[in-house]
């Protein structure tokens, strides 16, 4: 069982720069693929970016490429969001999400885990 609690969230200017953060309960988050999702009021969730476990993969939404990073650190137990020159369009509750088995990363329903989500609003 691993528990994810996500922080970080908050207001931003257009083309500025947040780290969300997400922190794991549990010593198999070493494990598991990481992967971040955001929903936008009144549209479907949708994939931001993820993770392998041991970080040599990653992925994003193509939207997101250049711009967003998904490092994490292992040893603390912790994934995180860099994401940078943020667009107003990108105002959304971001999940993180866990699994501790192979599937598609893209694909919200092969997650196991859900943080509670952190709120992001980037004003124009």
């Known amino acids: 069982q691993v528990q994810l609690v996500e922080s970080g969230g908050g207001l931003v200017q257009a083309g500025g720069s947040l780290r969300l953060s997400c922190v794991a309960s549990?010593?198999?988050?070493?494990?598991?693929?990481v992967g971040w999702f955001r929903q936008a009021l009144e549209k479907k969730r949708e994939f931001v970016a993820a993770?392998?476990?041991?970080?040599?993969?990653?992925y994003y939404a193509d939207s997101v490429k250049d711009r967003f990073t998904i490092p994490r650190d292992n040893d603390k137990n912790v994934a995180y969001l860099q994401m940078n020159n943020v667009r107003p369009e990108e105002t959304a509750d971001y999940y993180c999400?866990?699994?501790?088995?192979?599937?598609?990363?893209?694909?919200?329903?092969?997650?196991?885990?859900w943080g509670q989500g952190t709120q992001v609003t980037v004003s124009s």
């Open positions: 999400a866990a699994r501790p088995r192979s599937g598609s990363y893209y694909y919200d329903g092969a997650y196991s885990y």
């Open positions: 549990g010593r198999a988050f070493g494990t598991y693929a």
């Open positions: 993770i392998s476990w041991s970080s040599e993969d990653t």
